[in-house]
């Protein structure tokens, strides 16, 4: 029967061998992961050295295509683009911007497909980081691009940031973090990155601005007193909402408010139909005042959109002379006529005729036109003795000829 100290050395020697094949057994492990990384890096490798073979064969041909021969003369002599057009810096930038822009705005939508690629392409990033002891937080996105077609980098290094990343919350605001938001948030310069961090719920600041939009944003409780004060302020320092929210006393977020309020107030209390010769004096003193800012004009004429006020001084009180009407409007002299046919058969546009007419607008001479046109055909056809169709409005016995 063996001693008791023999029978610890042999529990010793148990325990010693169990150690020693755990450590066995990690160090199999690793060496696993190890072949496992390599494998990826040098798959990864070779379609790399695959990509930029192709990128050189499409270069050469590309170089090839540019070439341009110019035939049938002998001897043959060949140009090159480079000899035909400069290259010029400010070209090449205009081009890029154009090709990032179409890039962005043709990017395709995320599949599900597409957001797993892009997951484990990053997390191969990662794995790739770790292997070559950098910092695994540093992506390259256009190795990660490569592995996600149809993605540019900066698409999904979007994605990634914004929706992919397992820190990123993208549950239902709670009305906590909401009271929490509202409190964070700096109303004269707000930066949202840090009232999402201050939050420590995983928000981003996009979310943080869509959310301060939607539900957080305070509100103006509108009464006819405060509309009453909104018109007088607008009144007095017309479309500049820094200021009125200065003179009304509110934060200077309430800007955005105050603008969407008038807005609607001037909306409701539109009116349609003819203009009052108040109306027309009204805005001839704005244009006067403040030119073809119709933004501002609006303002000064009650009633009345930026809209309206552009399309009845472009079509009718920039050519009346001050202290006519529609009604009193001198018509059209022979001579006006005459000119008017000329500057028809000489220019393209009615606005080139209008300017040589005179003193009419581009709608006015384009009716008269019309008129003197149809006039014309209808006197051609009492010389061939046709009938004569019947204007709208009229009955046939008033245009035909008298029998």
């Known amino acids: ?18 150690q020693l094949g755990a450590l066995h057994d990690a160090g199999d492990t690793q060496k696993n992961m190890q072949r496992e990384v390599i494998h990826a890096l040098e798959s990864e490798q070779k379609l790399v050295e695959d990509a930029l073979q192709q990128l050189a064969m499409i270069e050469r041909q590309t170089a090839a295509d540019r070439e341009l021969t110019l035939a049938p003369t002998e001897p043959k002599v060949r140009y090159t683009l480079p000899l035909l057009k400069k290259k010029s810096s400010l070209l090449q930038a205009h081009a890029d911007e154009r090709r990032r822009t179409r890039a962005l705005l043709s990017a395709p939508q995320w599949s599900a497909q597409d957001v797993e690629c892009l997951r484990i392409a990053v997390e191969n990033e990662r794995l790739r980081a770790t292997a070559l002891h950098t910092d695994p937080s540093l992506v390259d996105w256009v190795r990660v691009s490569m592995q996600v077609p149809f993605h540019t980098p900066a698409d999904c290094r979007t994605r990634w940031h914004f929706f992919e990343r397992p820190a990123v919350n993208l549950t239902r605001w709670s009305i906590g973090e909401k009271r929490a938001l509202a409190t964070a ?47 007088a302020a607008v009144q007095s320092l017309g479309p500049d909402w820094k200021a009125v929210v200065q003179q009304l006393g509110y934060p200077a977020f309430c800007a955005s408010l105050c603008h969407q309020r008038h807005s609607k107030l001037k909306s409701t209390a539109l009116r349609l139909g003819r203009w ?79 300017e040589h007419v005179g003193g009419r607008s581009d709608k006015m001479v384009r009716e008269r036109w019309l008129l003197l046109r149809r006039r014309d055909e209808e006197e051609a056809m009492r010389q061939l003795g046709e009938p004569v169709p019947a204007r709208r409005g009229r009955r046939q016995s008033d245009t035909g000829p008298k029998t």
Request: charged share 30%.
């Open 276 to 354: 009052s010769a108040e109306e027309d004096a009204a805005l001839r003193a704005a244009v006067a005042e403040y030119g073809c800012d119709w933004k501002r004009v609006e303002i000064y004429v009650p009633g009345r959109s930026g809209q309206q006020c552009r399309e009845r001084w472009v079509g009718r009180l920039a050519n009346i002379p001050e202290g006519e009407t529609q009604a009193t409007r001198r018509a059209w002299l022979p001579e006006e006529d005459a000119r008017l046919r000329e500057c028809v058969q000489k220019y393209k546009t009615w606005v080139q005729v209008a």
């Open 185 to 231: 948030i700096d109303q004269a310069n707000p930066s949202w990155e840090d009232a999402a961090a201050s939050l420590k719920t995983g928000r981003t600041g996009y979310a943080a601005l869509e959310a301060y939009q939607r539900g957080v944003k305070p509100a103006i409780d509108w009464t006819p007193e405060r509309d009453a004060a909104l018109l």
């Open 1 to 18: 029967m063996p001693s008791p100290s023999e029978v610890s050395e042999l529990r010793a020697l148990e325990q010693l061998e169990a």
